[in-house]
């Protein structure tokens, strides 16, 4: 934890081969690594080390990456996976633990997705479909 402004960074951990993009809401931060399929989750409480959780397997080359927030606490987590045309929705406790994990159905037509966001707290998302030039709303079930 590198601590007050102007002070170090310091290094958390290693997360992944190619890691991609990361997102980050309430002491939780998310990392896509691109070359293992999978996400690494960080928690932070602001004030003591951050803590590297065990990764967790998504599609095939995720790069796409969005949290929400949900009433309960827990955090939806949105991933897409470029090389095998797939979406995922991972849904971590507030501490980071895993809570569920499984694959959002897409469009046929949406070849490699590469980038998703929630849109509002509808449940729904938008994810852009680099390999078709098209965008599609998907309802994550939320």
């Not at 081969?17 to 931060?29: F, Q, S, W, Y």
């Not at 949105?78 to 694959?103: C, M, Y």
């Not at 707290?121 to 709303?137: H, I, N, P, Q, R």
């Amino acid at each position: 934890h590198p601590g007050p402004p102007g002070n170090a960074a310091a290094a958390v951990g290693a997360v992944g081969a190619d890691p991609r993009r990361i997102r980050g809401t309430a002491g939780l931060c998310v990392v896509t690594s691109f070359a293992d399929d999978q996400l690494t989750v960080v928690s932070f409480d602001g004030t003591t080390a951050s803590i590297v959780g065990s990764p967790i397997s998504v599609g095939d080359g995720p790069v796409g990456l969005d949290l929400r927030e949900l009433p309960n606490g827990n955090v939806a987590v949105l991933s897409t996976g470029f090389q095998d045309h797939s979406a995922w929705l991972t849904v971590l406790s507030p501490a980071g633990a895993l809570v569920s994990n499984a694959a959002v159905s897409l469009n046929a037509a949406c070849l490699q997705p590469a980038h998703a966001a929630w849109i509002g707290d509808t449940g729904l998302f938008l994810v852009s479909c680099f390999g078709s030039d098209k965008m599609e709303v998907v309802d994550s079930g939320l």
